[in-house]
């Protein structure tokens, strides 16, 4: 059984850093895409940051410039740097590989940015 476990979130003031970890359990053979997502209360789940096996990124146009994702192949990890943080930054953050088993998610890790 494949578990994708989230560390590193917290409460931060507006303009400090986070950098969220994600570490998978189990046997992995291979992982395609690592992503980052988050959800607000009250708001549907949005992406923030993708990276496939090959390093090419993605970010939506509200992290950009601020957060930058990063990836361990050979310890199948994921990494989300998190700078400049302002108040709607504050979700959940999930972690989600696509596998060649399929794809997982994390539990969640919760962000919080004071004003």
């Known amino acids: 059984q494949v578990q994708l476990m989230e560390s590193g979130g917290g409460l931060v003031q507006a303009g400090g850093s986070l950098r969220l970890s994600c570490a998978a359990s189990?046997?992995?053979?291979?992982?395609?895409?690592m992503g980052w997502y988050r959800q607000a209360p009250g708001k549907q789940r949005e992406l923030v940051a993708t990276?496939?096996?090959?390093?090419?990124?993605n970010y939506a146009d509200s992290v950009k410039d601020r957060f930058t994702i990063s990836r361990d192949n050979a310890k199948n990890t994921a990494s989300l740097q998190m700078n400049s943080l302002k108040p709607e930054d504050t979700a959940v953050y999930y972690c989600?590989?696509?596998?060649?088993?399929?794809?997982?998610w994390g539990q969640g890790t919760q962000v919080t940015v004071s004003s």
């Open positions: 189990g046997t992995i053979l291979v992982t395609y895409n």
């Open positions: 989600y590989f696509e596998t060649i088993r399929g794809g997982f």
């Open positions: 990276i496939t096996r090959g390093g090419t990124t």
